[in-house]
């Protein structure tokens, strides 16, 4: 018998919200294919993309769910949040308004969608665009109180086009997923701060709407 006889499959639903513009499909082009595509188009509704993880004996599916900007004031998020075990809520770190925006949808998220438990699921917050000359600089300090003030679970500056803490990022998000998932044994659960995962295999991206 080969180890992937041994293999359990594990499928995790990630919401990727924030508002229009922030670049949540250039990461996620840049997480599941490490692709990056400078012309952009708004995602209408709802996007995905898939990706496919090793660890220990899991093969881990990540569906990454890429909500458009405008959705928060649509009737659908509901829906769309529907079963998601955690978040990334992304903000343009270019932009002084955007951070407030980030509170909003992960306000909207705290509201609609809970773990087993009737916990919030778990958020990550990443500041994107971290390459552009004209960011916003805020401290560790500053950027620490705020997710602790709004329920984050950790940030990440990133950069979908230089490839700057979007695997750190995701790979920090699924282990917390990881630890929260009852149906695996706790005393195999990930504890380590900075547990490795392997890209098993790049699945394409299935389509619905546009892209950004």
């Not at 300090?141 to 500056?157: L, P, R």
């Given at each position: ?26 990461l996620i082009k840049r997480y599941v294919h490490n692709i990056f595509t400078p012309n952009y188009k708004a995602t209408i509704g709802v996007d ?17 769910w890429d909500i458009a900007g405008q959705e928060r004031f649509g009737n659908l998020t509901r829906v769309y949040y529907k079963e998601a075990v ?127």
């Amino acid at each position: 018998m080969n180890d992937d006889d041994d293999r359990t499959e594990l499928l995790y639903k990630v919401l990727v919200v924030g508002d229009m513009g922030v670049g949540k499909t250039s990461l996620i082009k840049r997480y599941v294919h490490n692709i990056f595509t400078p012309n952009y188009k708004a995602t209408i509704g709802v996007d995905f993309g898939l990706k496919e993880l090793h660890w220990e004996h899991n093969t881990i599916r990540v569906q990454l769910w890429d909500i458009a900007g405008q959705e928060r004031f649509g009737n659908l998020t509901r829906v769309y949040y529907k079963e998601a075990v955690g978040a990334l809520v992304v903000h343009d770190i270019t932009k002084p308004d955007s951070l407030e925006a980030a509170t909003k949808w992960k306000n909207d998220i705290d509201h609609k969608v809970y773990l087993p438990d009737d916990t919030p699921i778990p958020c990550v917050l990443l500041c994107n665009k971290c390459d552009l000359p004209n960011r916003i600089t805020r401290s560790q300090a500053e950027m620490d109180k705020f997710c602790k003030d709004h329920g984050f679970i950790n940030w990440f500056e990133t950069s979908a086009k230089e490839n700057r803490n979007v695997d750190e990022a995701c790979g920090f998000l699924i282990q917390k997923i990881l630890e929260h998932d009852t149906n695996i044994p706790e005393e195999v659960r990930p504890v380590a701060p900075n547990a490795a995962f392997r890209l098993r295999e790049r699945e394409h991206k299935n389509k619905k709407g546009g892209c950004c």
